[in-house]
């Protein structure tokens, strides 16, 4: 392994394989129905096995009409905002502990495994540990990365292979830098006031009791829950500091995330030499003009007056694999 930093920013695509994006995919080589159709059946087809506990005016109606309405503004993501704009409520709360559920349901009962993880985790394993010159970054809730490092270790005592950090769902909590952060949080897990994290394996409990580890990047700070999950902004850019490559797997930059993307570009800017940008048919151009400082002209930071190279983005079409750059 080279001592070149390297970090990666994933998005729903690095799942893609196993899990539904966040939007109806509407390109005809691919049958995605989008995670808004995707909980509308997981309710139609489960929901009577839901538990209910502390609901007092729930009824066998509200999360379809939630998984209906997710399905109108086009993203949960979209809704939940809408909710929370609106008086946030028991409905965005609902909508919360459906993702979390929905997602424990797909790893645990069915299955689901994108299984580029674990060929990625298994290719960069470097003498049964993972890399220290290598972090990630991911705005998934889903447990596919952590699935992967859990196959590698190599004795009980160990929660992941050797090396490997994660957050906000970290089972071994230290000193150490994280090497693996979940910016929005991550299903299966609730919040603890002295555990901080707990894992919750029981899909089917929508107890109002229940407070799970997702955090919309929209959020507003709160105690809590929030004031523990609004470390991640400082902890994710801890993790990228100082990398001269970022290899970003199936992320689109939406709209929502742009004020913790421009957090997590900036931190790059004294370093970063190089892009490669995997998806199978954006090429990734537009980073130039999102983040105008990738390109090319006077650096006055500093007060020092410089040439700036433009930052080249290398396009990876083949998402055959997580794309692993020669610099590793």
């Known amino acids: 392994m080279s001592d070149v ?3 990666y920013l994933l998005g729903a695509g690095a799942s893609a394989n196993a899990l539904p994006t966040i939007k109806k995919v509407t390109d005809k080589s691919d049958s995605s129905k989008g995670l808004s159709n995707e ?11 839901f538990i209910f506990r502390g609901y007092t005016e729930f009824t ?14 086009g993203t949960p993501d979209l809704y939940a905002k809408f909710l929370l704009e609106k008086s946030r409520g028991s409905n965005y709360e609902l909508l919360v502990r459906l993702i979390s559920n929905y997602f424990i349901y797909k790893e645990t009962v069915q299955y689901a495994r994108d299984k580029r993880a674990l ?18 970054v991911s705005w998934n809730y889903d447990n596919q990365i ?27 909590r230290s000193d150490n830098p994280y090497t693996f952060v979940h910016i929005n949080g991550v ?24 407070n799970p580890l997702i955090s919309f990047s929209w959020e507003i700070k ?33 709209f929502f995330n742009r004020k913790i993307d421009n957090e ?36 006055g930071d500093l007060g020092v007056m410089r040439e700036k190279s433009k930052i080249p983005i290398k396009h990876i079409s083949n998402c055959d694999q997580y794309f692993i750059p020669v610099e590793l």
Do not use: H
């Open 60 to 73: 066998d109606k509200k999360l379809i009409e939630i998984t209906e309405n997710c399905i109108e503004f």
């Open 119 to 136: 060929a990625f985790m298994t290719m960069v394993a470097d003498q049964r540990k993972f890399p220290s010159n290598l972090s990630i």
């Open 5 to 7: 930093k390297i970090s």
């Open 264 to 299: 997590l570009i900036e931190v790059l800017r004294p370093t970063l030499k190089k892009i490669y940008f995997q998806d199978p048919f954006n090429n990734g151009n537009f980073l130039y003009e999102r983040f105008n400082w990738l390109e090319g002209g006077i650096d």
């Open 146 to 172: 952590e699935l992967a490092a859990k196959e590698l270790k190599y004795s009980t005592n160990q929660p992941y292979m050797e090396n490997f950090r994660v957050w906000p769902n970290d089972e071994e």
């Open 187 to 210: 299903s299966g897990y609730k919040y603890d006031t002295r555990n901080l994290a707990i894992q919750n394996k029981d899909w089917r409990l929508f107890d109002d009791s229940i």
């Open 222 to 254: 709160e105690g809590g829950k929030y004031g523990f999950l609004d470390q991640r902004i400082d902890l994710a850019k801890k993790a990228m500091k100082g990398s001269s490559i970022l290899v970003i797997v199936g992320y689109s930059f939406p």
């Open 39 to 49: 909980l509308k059946e997981f309710v139609v087809k489960e929901s009577s096995s």
